[in-house]
């Protein structure tokens, strides 16, 4: 069974392109996150939904729109795809509840890799 | 804010034993996780430190001094399937984030 699951596992496009990339968590998880990952490896995270509301949103450009349908799913689109997008973008979840609710435990989708040309 | 400083690289032969240092600062510090990830692969989980003193799980052990806002991950009896970046990371309470350090290559030589 998948824990976190992310389509596509590659996506390459143009600049300018609108694309989506798909998370879904089977945990029963209350928090979803995504972070982006560049060259060098620094993941940083930006966003975070406590369910399905936006708690985190790290001055990401208004370009990048998350949605979550529901507690499991956190769906992330881009719009007017730029080179800089270029990197592996990671959908995680944690659970809440566990030592005051810290999300020190996360689980981590396998990852979307992202090349704009 | 919250920074957290780590090696960037680490080479050691199999068998070997690495300590992997984080410093941290950060305001509402609740602990410390560690987390593995090969290349081309997904971050994982591997502890957490709560309170001061030492975590043993299996090879890998995990330390925190509150005091000193520091703690290092220990790899013991280093395997070559141990190569991968680790990362250390602070959790906050009040917006569930998770700020990650730059993370440490290690290479695990024959």
């Known amino acids: 069974d998948t824990a976190v699951s992310q389509t596509p596992k590659y996506l390459v496009t143009q600049m300018g392109n609108d694309k989506s990339i798909k998370c879904e968590q089977n945990?029963?998880?209350?928090?979803m996150y995504w972070y982006k990952q560049d060259s060098k490896k620094f993941l940083k995270i930006m966003f975070s939904?406590?369910?399905?509301?936006?708690?985190i949103n790290e001055t990401v450009p208004n370009r990048f729109s998350p949605k979550s349908p529901d507690k499991a799913h956190l769906n992330l689109h881009i719009n007017s795809l730029e080179l800089g997008d270029s990197a592996v973008y990671f959908c995680a979840s944690s659970p809440t509840g566990g030592l005051a609710g810290l999300p020190y435990e996360q689980y981590f989708g396998p990852g979307t890799r992202l090349t704009v040309t | 804010g919250q920074s957290l400083e780590q090696p960037s690289e680490v080479t050691a032969v199999e068998g070997a034993i690495v300590q992997i240092n984080c410093t941290y600062q950060?305001?509402?510090?609740?602990?410390l996780s560690w987390y593995q990830q090969h290349d081309g692969g997904a971050p994982t989980f591997l502890s957490y430190n709560a309170l001061d003193g030492l975590e043993e799980t299996g090879r890998f052990s995990s330390f925190l001094s509150r005091s000193d806002s520091y703690g290092y991950l220990l790899l013991q009896e280093l395997q070559m399937k141990d190569s991968a970046s680790y990362f250390c990371a602070v959790p906050r309470l009040n917006d569930y984030k998770l700020s990650f350090g730059a993370g440490t290559t290690v290479t695990v030589r024959a």
């Open positions: 950060t305001s509402g510090f609740y602990g």
């Open positions: 939904y406590n369910n399905k509301e936006l708690i």
């Open positions: 945990l029963g998880h209350d928090t």
